[in-house]
């Protein structure tokens, strides 16, 4: 496990091998799922570079007509 995290090629100190590795799992992913399943689930696709780190939207909780409010205020 050493080589993992210690030394100058492991993948937490080298982006390069980092992203080898993110290639070939994406693409072994891909050999039984969809490019958008991957790009859905992981918001990334690391063999054409597009990230989406864009948060979900907030969802507000209504119900029958009222807006719960934070009890705190």
């Known amino acids: 496990m050493r080589h993992h995290t210690a030394g100058p090629e492991a993948v937490h100190n ?6 080898i590795l993110r290639r070939r799992a994406q693409q072994a992913y891909e050999r039984d799922h969809t490019r958008e ?5 992981f918001q990334e696709d690391n063999l054409t570079g597009i990230v989406d780190n864009t948060p979900e ?4 909780k209504w119900t029958d ?3 719960f409010i934070d009890e705190a205020l």
Request: hydrophobic share 20%.
């Open 14 to 19: 080298n982006k390069t091998n980092d992203m």
């Open 37 to 41: 399943e991957f790009r859905a689930k």
């Open 57 to 60: 939207p907030k969802q507000e």
């Open 65 to 67: 007509g009222f807006h």
